[in-house]
Protein backbone atom coordinates (compact mmCIF):
# COMPACT_ATOMS: atom_id res chain seq x y z
CA UNK A 1 0.00 0.00 0.00
CA UNK A 2 1.28 3.29 -0.91
CA UNK A 3 2.62 5.63 1.92
CA UNK A 4 0.91 8.91 2.00
CA UNK A 5 1.14 11.89 3.25
CA UNK A 6 -1.19 14.75 5.12
CA UNK A 7 -1.78 18.06 3.08
CA UNK A 8 -2.29 21.11 5.24
CA UNK A 9 -2.74 24.34 5.34
CA UNK A 10 -0.36 26.27 6.87
CA UNK A 11 -0.61 30.26 8.98
CA UNK A 12 -0.14 32.40 6.32
CA UNK A 13 1.57 35.03 9.15
CA UNK A 14 3.70 31.85 9.98
CA UNK A 15 5.11 32.14 6.06
CA UNK A 16 5.19 36.00 6.06
CA UNK A 17 4.77 38.02 9.16
CA UNK A 18 4.02 41.31 7.91
CA UNK A 19 2.53 42.28 4.65
CA UNK A 20 4.44 44.82 3.46
CA UNK A 21 8.03 43.47 5.09
CA UNK A 22 7.75 39.90 3.87
CA UNK A 23 4.83 39.28 1.23
CA UNK A 24 5.28 42.38 -0.91
CA UNK A 25 8.44 41.74 -1.10
CA UNK A 26 8.44 37.84 -2.09
CA UNK A 27 5.49 38.54 -4.63
CA UNK A 28 7.22 41.24 -6.51
CA UNK A 29 10.24 38.65 -7.14
CA UNK A 30 7.77 36.04 -7.47
CA UNK A 31 4.88 37.18 -9.99
CA UNK A 32 5.60 34.56 -12.21
CA UNK A 33 3.55 32.34 -9.59
CA UNK A 34 0.87 34.99 -9.77
CA UNK A 35 0.85 35.09 -13.27
CA UNK A 36 0.29 31.50 -13.64
CA UNK A 37 -3.04 31.51 -11.70
CA UNK A 38 -4.17 34.38 -13.78
CA UNK A 39 -2.47 33.61 -17.51
CA UNK A 40 -0.73 36.48 -17.34
CA UNK A 41 2.82 37.04 -17.88
CA UNK A 42 3.67 39.94 -15.60
CA UNK A 43 7.02 41.91 -15.05
CA UNK A 44 7.76 44.05 -12.06
CA UNK A 45 7.66 47.32 -13.03
CA UNK A 46 7.98 48.76 -9.52
CA UNK A 47 6.61 47.99 -5.63
CA UNK A 48 4.93 50.96 -3.28
CA UNK A 49 4.42 52.46 -6.65
CA UNK A 50 2.78 56.41 -5.41
CA UNK A 51 -0.35 57.29 -6.39
CA UNK A 52 -1.30 60.62 -4.81
CA UNK A 53 -0.76 60.53 -1.28
CA UNK A 54 -1.16 56.69 -1.26
CA UNK A 55 1.11 53.80 -2.19
CA UNK A 56 0.05 51.05 -4.35
CA UNK A 57 1.90 47.30 -3.70
CA UNK A 58 3.28 46.41 -6.97
CA UNK A 59 3.00 47.83 -9.98
CA UNK A 60 3.72 45.35 -13.04
CA UNK A 61 3.17 44.78 -16.66
CA UNK A 62 1.90 42.56 -18.67
CA UNK A 63 4.37 41.64 -21.40
CA UNK A 64 1.84 40.34 -23.88
CA UNK A 65 0.47 43.59 -24.39
CA UNK A 66 2.21 46.16 -22.80
CA UNK A 67 -0.43 47.26 -20.56
CA UNK A 68 -0.28 48.10 -16.56
CA UNK A 69 -1.09 45.86 -14.01
CA UNK A 70 -1.75 47.04 -10.34
CA UNK A 71 -1.58 44.49 -7.33
CA UNK A 72 -3.16 45.13 -4.11
CA UNK A 73 -2.22 42.59 -0.95
CA UNK A 74 -4.03 42.38 1.99
CA UNK A 75 -3.03 38.91 4.02
CA UNK A 76 -6.32 39.38 5.91
CA UNK A 77 -10.22 39.31 4.84
CA UNK A 78 -11.07 42.01 2.61
CA UNK A 79 -12.81 45.10 3.48
CA UNK A 80 -13.92 48.45 2.36
CA UNK A 81 -10.60 50.28 2.55
CA UNK A 82 -8.57 48.58 0.44
CA UNK A 83 -11.22 48.06 -2.18
CA UNK A 84 -11.48 52.00 -2.09
CA UNK A 85 -7.79 52.07 -2.69
CA UNK A 86 -8.04 49.66 -5.52
CA UNK A 87 -10.30 51.30 -7.28
CA UNK A 88 -8.13 54.96 -6.53
CA UNK A 89 -5.13 52.66 -8.26
CA UNK A 90 -6.68 51.39 -11.08
CA UNK A 91 -7.68 55.28 -11.91
CA UNK A 92 -4.33 56.16 -11.26
CA UNK A 93 -2.63 53.82 -13.27
CA UNK A 94 -5.23 53.56 -15.99
CA UNK A 95 -4.57 49.77 -15.64
CA UNK A 96 -5.86 47.06 -17.78
CA UNK A 97 -5.64 44.55 -15.11
CA UNK A 98 -6.40 44.86 -11.46
CA UNK A 99 -5.65 42.25 -9.20
CA UNK A 100 -6.68 42.04 -5.47
CA UNK A 101 -4.72 39.33 -3.59
CA UNK A 102 -6.08 38.49 0.03
CA UNK A 103 -6.08 35.66 1.97
CA UNK A 104 -10.23 35.67 2.14
CA UNK A 105 -13.12 37.39 -0.02
CA UNK A 106 -15.96 38.27 1.51
CA UNK A 107 -18.79 37.54 -0.46
CA UNK A 108 -20.01 41.16 -1.19
CA UNK A 109 -16.07 42.55 -2.25
CA UNK A 110 -16.22 39.07 -4.58
CA UNK A 111 -19.74 39.90 -5.85
CA UNK A 112 -18.33 43.73 -6.02
CA UNK A 113 -15.63 42.15 -8.85
CA UNK A 114 -17.79 40.28 -10.83
CA UNK A 115 -20.46 43.70 -11.00
CA UNK A 116 -17.34 45.58 -12.37
CA UNK A 117 -16.19 43.12 -14.89
CA UNK A 118 -19.81 42.90 -16.43
CA UNK A 119 -20.03 46.81 -16.59
CA UNK A 120 -16.36 47.10 -18.04
CA UNK A 121 -15.27 46.57 -21.40
CA UNK A 122 -11.98 44.56 -22.40
CA UNK A 123 -9.45 47.10 -21.49
CA UNK A 124 -10.10 46.93 -18.06
CA UNK A 125 -10.18 43.68 -15.91
CA UNK A 126 -10.86 42.75 -12.35
CA UNK A 127 -9.28 39.71 -10.38
CA UNK A 128 -9.92 38.60 -7.11
CA UNK A 129 -6.93 36.24 -5.75
CA UNK A 130 -7.01 33.85 -2.56
CA UNK A 131 -3.38 33.00 -1.62
CA UNK A 132 -3.08 30.01 0.38
CA UNK A 133 0.17 28.49 1.97
CA UNK A 134 -0.14 24.67 1.85
CA UNK A 135 2.06 21.52 3.04
CA UNK A 136 2.72 17.85 3.36
CA UNK A 137 3.01 16.56 6.57
CA UNK A 138 6.12 18.99 7.47
CA UNK A 139 7.42 19.91 4.28
CA UNK A 140 8.32 23.39 3.53
CA UNK A 141 5.05 26.13 2.87
CA UNK A 142 4.13 25.99 -0.87
CA UNK A 143 2.34 28.93 -1.92
CA UNK A 144 -0.82 28.45 -4.03
CA UNK A 145 -3.00 31.30 -6.02
CA UNK A 146 -6.53 30.80 -6.55
CA UNK A 147 -8.79 33.32 -8.67
CA UNK A 148 -12.29 33.73 -7.22
CA UNK A 149 -13.41 36.82 -9.74
CA UNK A 150 -12.20 36.99 -12.95
CA UNK A 151 -14.27 38.20 -16.45
CA UNK A 152 -16.30 35.80 -17.78
CA UNK A 153 -14.62 33.68 -20.00
CA UNK A 154 -11.36 35.45 -19.01
CA UNK A 155 -9.13 32.21 -20.42
CA UNK A 156 -10.86 32.54 -24.37
CA UNK A 157 -10.15 36.22 -23.91
CA UNK A 158 -6.54 36.39 -23.45
CA UNK A 159 -4.63 36.78 -26.76
CA UNK A 160 -7.24 34.61 -28.50
CA UNK A 161 -5.71 31.52 -27.23
CA UNK A 162 -6.85 28.96 -24.68
CA UNK A 163 -5.96 29.27 -21.06
CA UNK A 164 -3.29 26.20 -21.66
CA UNK A 165 -1.83 27.82 -24.55
CA UNK A 166 -1.16 31.10 -22.94
CA UNK A 167 0.23 29.11 -20.05
CA UNK A 168 2.68 26.96 -22.54
CA UNK A 169 3.74 30.67 -24.10
CA UNK A 170 4.56 31.46 -20.49
CA UNK A 171 6.59 28.97 -19.25
CA UNK A 172 8.18 29.54 -23.17
CA UNK A 173 9.80 32.85 -22.67
CA UNK A 174 10.75 31.41 -18.35
CA UNK A 175 12.78 28.25 -20.26
CA UNK A 176 14.28 31.12 -22.71
CA UNK A 177 15.47 33.67 -19.43
CA UNK A 178 16.59 30.08 -18.51
CA UNK A 179 18.86 29.25 -21.01
CA UNK A 180 20.21 32.80 -21.30
CA UNK A 181 21.30 34.56 -18.04
CA UNK A 182 23.93 31.35 -16.95
CA UNK A 183 25.71 32.15 -20.56
CA UNK A 184 25.80 35.22 -19.28
CA UNK A 185 26.78 35.24 -15.68
CA UNK A 186 29.78 32.76 -17.01
CA UNK A 187 31.09 35.37 -19.21
CA UNK A 188 30.95 38.07 -16.26
CA UNK A 189 32.50 36.23 -14.34
CA UNK A 190 36.01 36.70 -16.54
CA UNK A 191 35.46 40.07 -15.62
CA UNK A 192 35.20 39.62 -11.42
CA UNK A 193 31.51 40.01 -11.55
CA UNK A 194 29.57 37.71 -9.31
CA UNK A 195 25.67 37.11 -8.39
CA UNK A 196 23.01 34.35 -8.95
CA UNK A 197 22.24 33.65 -12.25
CA UNK A 198 21.64 29.76 -11.69
CA UNK A 199 18.08 28.66 -12.52
CA UNK A 200 16.73 32.07 -13.00
CA UNK A 201 13.06 32.31 -15.06
CA UNK A 202 12.99 36.07 -14.62
CA UNK A 203 13.44 38.58 -16.90
CA UNK A 204 16.04 40.30 -14.98
CA UNK A 205 19.76 39.48 -13.32
CA UNK A 206 21.86 41.21 -10.54
CA UNK A 207 25.36 41.27 -10.12
CA UNK A 208 26.98 42.64 -6.54
CA UNK A 209 29.41 45.90 -6.72
CA UNK A 210 31.71 46.11 -4.42
CA UNK A 211 29.87 49.25 -2.55
CA UNK A 212 26.82 47.69 -0.51
CA UNK A 213 23.97 49.84 -1.71
CA UNK A 214 24.26 49.50 -5.06
CA UNK A 215 24.50 46.87 -8.06
CA UNK A 216 24.93 45.82 -11.83
CA UNK A 217 21.53 45.21 -12.93
CA UNK A 218 20.41 43.08 -16.35
CA UNK A 219 17.28 42.66 -17.60
CA UNK A 220 14.54 42.78 -20.57
CA UNK A 221 11.68 44.84 -20.57
CA UNK A 222 9.24 43.42 -22.61
CA UNK A 223 6.93 46.43 -22.57
CA UNK A 224 9.70 48.45 -24.19
CA UNK A 225 11.30 45.69 -26.02
CA UNK A 226 14.26 46.31 -24.94
CA UNK A 227 17.25 45.05 -22.80
CA UNK A 228 18.68 47.37 -20.02
CA UNK A 229 22.31 47.32 -18.23
CA UNK A 230 21.93 49.52 -14.85
CA UNK A 231 23.78 50.73 -12.46
CA UNK A 232 20.87 50.57 -9.57
CA UNK A 233 20.57 52.45 -5.81
CA UNK A 234 19.26 50.97 -3.00
CA UNK A 235 20.99 51.93 0.52
CA UNK A 236 17.68 51.70 2.23
CA UNK A 237 17.74 55.00 3.07
CA UNK A 238 15.99 57.59 1.44
CA UNK A 239 18.53 60.60 2.20
CA UNK A 240 21.31 58.55 1.21
CA UNK A 241 19.73 57.29 -1.96
CA UNK A 242 19.02 60.94 -3.25
CA UNK A 243 22.45 62.04 -2.15
CA UNK A 244 24.04 59.07 -4.18
CA UNK A 245 21.94 59.59 -7.76
CA UNK A 246 22.38 64.24 -7.15
CA UNK A 247 26.08 63.34 -7.06
CA UNK A 248 26.55 61.19 -10.05
CA UNK A 249 23.36 63.24 -12.18
CA UNK A 250 26.17 66.12 -11.32
CA UNK A 251 28.00 64.86 -13.38
CA UNK A 252 26.23 63.20 -16.18
CA UNK A 253 27.99 65.22 -18.80
CA UNK A 254 31.01 63.72 -18.11
CA UNK A 255 29.74 60.11 -17.17
CA UNK A 256 28.08 59.85 -20.66
CA UNK A 257 30.76 61.67 -22.35
CA UNK A 258 33.06 58.58 -21.09
CA UNK A 259 30.53 55.81 -21.92
CA UNK A 260 29.99 57.50 -25.07
CA UNK A 261 26.09 57.41 -24.91
CA UNK A 262 23.16 59.41 -23.16
CA UNK A 263 21.87 57.27 -20.21
CA UNK A 264 18.08 56.68 -18.52
CA UNK A 265 18.29 58.75 -15.32
CA UNK A 266 15.03 57.19 -13.18
CA UNK A 267 14.27 57.75 -9.82
CA UNK A 268 11.68 55.73 -8.13
CA UNK A 269 9.90 56.90 -4.55
CA UNK A 270 13.44 57.69 -3.38
CA UNK A 271 13.78 54.00 -2.93
CA UNK A 272 15.51 53.07 -5.69
CA UNK A 273 17.86 54.57 -8.00
CA UNK A 274 18.51 53.31 -11.91
CA UNK A 275 21.23 54.31 -13.92
CA UNK A 276 20.70 52.62 -17.31
CA UNK A 277 21.87 52.34 -20.76
CA UNK A 278 19.13 50.58 -23.26
CA UNK A 279 19.55 48.14 -26.56
CA UNK A 280 16.18 47.24 -28.38
CA UNK A 281 15.76 43.22 -28.51
CA UNK A 282 13.68 40.60 -26.44
CA UNK A 283 14.20 37.15 -25.56
CA UNK A 284 11.98 35.88 -28.10
CA UNK A 285 14.78 37.27 -30.34
CA UNK A 286 17.01 34.82 -32.74
CA UNK A 287 20.17 32.54 -31.13
CA UNK A 288 22.25 35.29 -33.25
CA UNK A 289 20.47 37.95 -32.26
CA UNK A 290 20.50 36.98 -29.01
CA UNK A 291 24.50 36.43 -28.82
CA UNK A 292 24.92 39.79 -30.35
CA UNK A 293 23.14 41.28 -27.43
CA UNK A 294 24.80 39.12 -24.60
CA UNK A 295 28.35 40.72 -26.16
CA UNK A 296 26.48 44.21 -25.69
CA UNK A 297 25.75 43.40 -21.94
CA UNK A 298 29.01 42.35 -21.13
CA UNK A 299 30.68 45.47 -22.98
CA UNK A 300 28.49 47.79 -21.04
CA UNK A 301 28.80 46.61 -17.83
CA UNK A 302 32.18 46.32 -17.65
CA UNK A 303 32.15 50.20 -19.39
CA UNK A 304 29.70 50.54 -16.34
CA UNK A 305 31.98 49.41 -13.84
CA UNK A 306 35.25 51.64 -14.72
CA UNK A 307 33.46 54.89 -15.01
CA UNK A 308 31.23 54.57 -11.88
CA UNK A 309 33.40 52.92 -9.72
CA UNK A 310 35.75 55.67 -8.82
CA UNK A 311 32.58 57.44 -8.25
CA UNK A 312 31.26 54.93 -5.53
CA UNK A 313 34.19 54.91 -4.10
CA UNK A 314 33.93 58.95 -2.89
CA UNK A 315 30.32 58.42 -1.95
CA UNK A 316 31.43 55.54 0.51
CA UNK A 317 34.19 56.94 1.97
Not at 88 to 105: K, M
Amino acid sequence: MADLGNIERADLREVWPDEAEDFTPWLAQNLDRLGDALGLDLELRTAEAAVGSFSLDILAYDRGGDRPVIIENQLDTTNNDHLGKLLTYAAGYDAYAVVWVTREFRDEHRQTLDWLNQRTDEDTQFFGVVVEAWRIDQSRPAPHFKAVAMPNDWYKLIGGVSHSEGRRNIRGRRSRYLAYWPTLGIALERYGFSGNWANRTQNWMVCNSDFPGATWNFSFQGSRKSFFVELYIATGNPDKNDKWFNYLLERKGSIESELAESLHWDRHLRENYRISSERPGTIDDNPEELDGLRSWMVDRALAFKRVFTPHLQELSE
